[in-house]
């Protein structure tokens, strides 16, 4: 039993909650200071576990009559440091609200709370012949409410599209403590698109409660293809192709060389260590349709230099292909401790040149790199590997960072494609946006949150500045990208 | 934020909106009397002509006064399209503004995805870019998606950057009177199921070979080839009963009737948000002062 505490705002928030929910030990203080990001900020004041809506509105109108700010946070698996909290604020802890409310098979919408692990609703859809197809990387233990925050990606958001395409409603309480429904269970927004405006909001537009999730039907048929290439450029090339000819895979990933030698010791799945650079390329929907489409791969492949075309021959093969790409880096903890994970989207056009560069930049600095990505739709995820005892390795591993983004901007592109803002690249927004296309966006968010307390100090560059990079963890278990 | 071709009309465009005075673009006005009129306010157009086409990055830059049969025109060269529709002489930018996908949705998706990038006047009249160039980014706030729908009550857009995808190889209306579940049941992802009370309509696209086998199996359960079907001007939101002259949309919560709906019942708090949100982006209204998009039917 904990004493009664001193601070009023702990008081309150007990008095909403109950004392085993409100933690203010310097332990769990600790635990919720971080994310999967390298990122540190300030501490986490308060820790709340909230299990109702009322709850997690009470929290809010707690934070906020005590002047404080308040972090809303999943299983914390953020790459970009946005569930980091700054200046001691309340954190509000979703992972306790994980129930699946409802499922309609024939609406094919299912209403979760935001806590539920993004592969246990797909798990629970088994036999239903219905999935969500939002699949990150981190689906086995990201929550779908850090999905609507970051407005996740995976693999297969190539065919399917990326969170927001999945979302249909979802219950917010907003920063005053107020709780409104945006969108609706089917149908184009009533009104403006609060909804495609709140997801994406990386928890500085409010906390979603209640999510109402479209379900995508399984497709009658899958392939999962194997290439191979002789260089980045060759596969770069066939992906453009690929797309250039009217086909959008289900995915589309790339995986070089050093990422290939390092995992197919792990996984066995017949991944040729030799080649430069592998493509998985998987084909859904009706049989006529994905045979079609082998074939007019096979034959693009053919013409743009690829040595083999591998056609998984069943599930077992299928998924050993998909789990050398899914557990890449568990295999590269044994190369280097330490580890930073970059995310930029360019034009597919210029992705053989700007991984070009990428190895380039890399080799500057004396670093290693890794690239695995989604290729498909132009999302490199360039892995930077390094031991952090090596005196002044953090100052080349954020410079080549940071000139990844210029290169990545440079060409046309964007500078997260699924990780999101955060803290991390918030220095680096005016690259992107003049100040007149950030002033627009300040208007939205300032619409939801006048007051600037929903996350504060994250995405937009102005205000308090807040997180820096002290030191890098290791790489934890079971990794992803 | 480099120059592209048609800067020089975007700034013609944006030195049109100015900086005062009541204003709104007209497209093609063929609808325009949704969510409420021009209310008298200063009419400006947004540039015309198709400005990048870009197949193997699935991506095409059009001025938003660019009719959608203009641009239909030209993607079909390629093979491609993208995932909205209108009546005839509907430009890209009302569309968008009204924002109601395509009859074609749940083959192509929402209109809200199709936008990826909009240049646009503030109520300020300074001009800025909403979104980025490529398929995917989730880089800052989704203005794009705001956009969407929004009549223009936030900004005027002026030029934007769709995503295309390919036109399907084969594509054909069926119809019979049969329940829309059991065609549901017996298909994979039909791009559109109507159903009038008795009669279900579905649009199939695909591989030649796996359509025929689709029209084969409906074929059993009384379904034939027919017109494509000829939907009613009006629209009302789907509350679970069907009027007598209403087709539904079967999944997209849309009734196509001869007369639009009242607008449906929306929560306070929602109002005030939306509210707060136009406040935001245009603190003296003059961007389309007459529409409200919350006034609408569907």
Known sequence: ?481 | MGMTVGDGRMEAFRSEVGDSGAVCVRGGATRWGVGGGSAGAREVSAPVGIMALEPAEMTVMVGAGTTLTELAGELAVHGLEVGMDGPQGSTVGGALAVGRSALRRRRVGQIADVLLQADCVGADGVAFTAGGPTVKNVTGYDLCRLLVGSLGTLALVGRVILRTRPVPVCSVWLAGEVEPDLVLEATYRPASVLWDGARTSVLLEGHGADVDQMVETLGRLGLAAAEPPVLAPGRGRWSGLLPDDGVLEVGAGVVHQPDDSGPPIVSEGVLNLAARMRASFDPSGRLNPGRDPYSRAA
């Open chain 1, 1 to 481: 039993m904990q004493r009664r505490s001193r601070d009023p705002l702990v008081r309150d928030l007990v008095a909403a909650l109950d004392p085993e929910r409100v933690q203010v030990d310097d332990v769990a203080r600790r635990l919720y200071s971080r994310d999967a990001s390298v990122l540190r900020g300030g501490r986490a004041g308060v820790i709340c576990f909230p299990v109702t809506t009322a709850e997690v509105s009470a929290c809010v109108v707690a934070a906020v009559a005590h002047g404080r700010d308040f972090v809303a946070r999943g299983a914390g698996t953020g790459l970009a440091g946005g569930a980091v909290p700054c200046d001691e604020p309340v954190m509000i802890v979703l992972t306790r609200m994980d129930r699946i409310l409802e499922v309609d098979e024939s609406r094919r919408l299912a209403w979760v709370e935001p806590g539920v692990v993004n592969l246990d609703l797909s798990r629970h859809l088994g036999g239903t012949g219905l999935h969500f197809a939002p699949d990150p990387s981190s689906q086995q233990s990201c929550t779908i409410g850090g999905n609507v925050a970051n407005n996740s990606g995976g693999p297969h958001c190539l065919l399917y599209g990326v969170t927001s395409a999945h979302v249909l409603a979802v219950e917010v309480v907003l920063p005053d403590g107020e709780v409104v429904v945006l969108g609706n269970e089917e149908g184009d927004s009533v009104g403006y698109d609060l909804r495609g405006a709140f997801v994406g909001g990386e928890g500085t537009l409010g906390i979603a409660t209640r999510i109402c999730v479209r379900l995508t039907e399984d497709p009658p048929e899958v392939a999962t293809l194997l290439l191979d290439f002789m260089s980045v450029g060759a596969a770069a090339e066939t992906v453009s192709a690929i797309i250039a000819a009217g086909m959008i895979p289900a995915a589309l990933e790339m995986m070089d060389q050093q990422v290939v030698e390092a995992v197919e010791p792990f996984v066995n799945a017949g991944y040729p260590t030799d080649a430069a650079a592998v493509l998985i390329v998987e084909l859904d929907g009706q049989p006529a349709g994905v045979a079609d489409e082998i074939r007019r791969i096979r034959e693009l492949a053919s013409t743009h230099g690829a040595r083999s075309v591998r056609v998984a021959a069943d599930e077992g093969e299928r998924e050993r292909i998909w789990k050398g790409r899914k557990s890449a880096f568990g295999a590269i903890a044994v190369i280097k401790p330490d580890y930073y994970l970059n995310d930029t989207v360019i034009p597919r056009t210029k992705l053989a040149e700007v991984v070009e560069r990428i190895y380039e930049i890399v080799e500057e600095q004396d670093l290693i790199v890794m690239n695995v990505f989604h290729a498909g739709d132009g999302n490199l995820h360039p892995l930077l590997l390094f031991d952090a005892r090596e005196e002044g390795v953090m100052e080349r591993v954020l410079a080549a960072g940071e000139e990844i983004v210029r290169v990545s901007v440079a060409a046309g592109g964007v500078l997260s494609g699924e990780h999101g803002i955060g803290l991390e690249k918030k220095r680096f927004m005016s690259l992107q946006f003049s100040p007149a296309d950030l002033e627009a966006q300040s208007r939205l968010r300032a619409a939801f949150d006048p007051d600037g307390r929903a996350n504060p100090a994250k995405v937009l560059p102005s205000g308090a500045s807040c997180g820096h990079v002290t030191s890098l963890g290791r790489l934890p278990e079971g990794t992803w990208v």
